[in-house]
């Protein structure tokens, strides 16, 4: 499969990667057995946060791909703090906070630099030019080599695409959740990609029962699960590979991240890799048809 590159940035990976917060439980045999299979696959972009299980999570691909590490791009997440007694966590982006979390992350990643280091989220009140000034600072003292953010509120993409050096932005993005593209030709044109997360929306429109979702009813999920059902057997190809490629056959998305829980999982994202394709624009609209695409209410200025 063709490598492509995260935004303006040197780091050069499959357009699958995989995310691992839904790997839980630690260093489990299992979870490491995924990982280094993920690995195996093709798969060299794996997407972690500090907060995820308390950084139990940064300490499983830490130790599950240390041998391999100068072949991987690991990507970690700060900005939310939890409390000493665990019962929920913190917004807490700040330069000295987020200069002080980079070491235990790189603690628990068992590395000497992170190479996609992102705010965790964000808002328009926070201080952000002392928050890019402090991503600066790690990328100049080796600590990063680049940054860039997960959000969904395009007044902060718009802010920090405008002001800062990111390459990247994280964002739920899916044949259901077509909200990210009111920012895409901003990101675009500075050069940002786009790395999408729920591509498979948490498995209902492939084997997982039908439920709502943001503001669609559950018979709109429905009309969505038989018009994938309907491409997907007439390209002969899986619901899996169908909406992974609806995501990725957008120009400004360059990386899929898959949650992966299982070995089952993988083997399907697998499959995906041996046998990629986008979709064609008539193809992408056939999926959509009559789905009706949400817009954002909050955070456009």
């Not at 630690?26 to 057995?33: I, P, S």
């Not at 791909?65 to 703090?81: E, F």
């Not at 100049?140 to 993409?157: E, F, T």
């Not at 619901?239 to 993988?266: C, E, F, I, M």
């Amino acid at each position: 499969m063709q490598e492509i590159k995260i935004g303006q940035s040197d780091l050069k990976i499959a357009p699958i990667g995989m995310g691992t917060m839904s790997l839980k439980g630690g260093a489990t045999k299992l979870n490491v057995d995924i990982l280094q299979q993920a690995y195996a696959s093709g798969i060299r972009y794996f997407d972690t946060a500090d907060l995820y299980e308390r950084g139990m999570n940064e300490d499983l691909v830490g130790l599950a791909l240390s041998s391999v590490r100068d072949q991987v791009v690991l990507a970690t997440k700060v900005g939310n703090q939890w409390r000493s007694d665990g019962s929920t966590w913190d917004w807490k982006a700040s330069k000295p906070y987020i200069i002080k979390a980079v070491e235990a992350s790189l603690s628990r990643l068992n590395t000497d630099y992170i190479d996609l280091y992102q705010l965790h989220g964000g808002t328009i009140e926070d201080p952000i030019d002392e928050i890019i000034e402090a991503f600066e600072v790690l990328t100049k003292a080796g600590k990063i080599r680049y940054y860039g953010i997960s959000s969904i509120r395009p007044n902060v993409i718009q802010a920090y695409a405008e002001r800062s050096n990111i390459v990247s932005v994280m964002m739920q993005y899916s044949v259901l959740d077509r909200r990210p593209e009111i920012v895409f030709p901003l990101l675009r044109r500075k050069g940002i990609s786009v790395i999408s997360r729920g591509a498979l929306t948490q498995g209902m429109l492939v084997d997982k029962p039908i439920e709502s979702y943001q503001q669609l009813t559950s018979g709109e999920i429905g009309h969505a699960k038989r018009n994938v059902e309907r491409v997907a057997k007439a390209l002969g190809i899986s619901k899996t590979h169908l909406l992974l490629g609806y995501v990725l056959s957008n120009p400004a998305v360059d990386v899929a991240a898959v949650g992966v829980r299982t070995l089952a999982q993988l083997r399907d994202i697998e499959s995906f890799l041996s046998k990629f394709r986008l979709l064609t624009e008539e193809q992408r609209n056939e999926v959509d048809k009559d789905i009706r695409k949400l817009s954002y209410t909050d955070h456009l200025i």
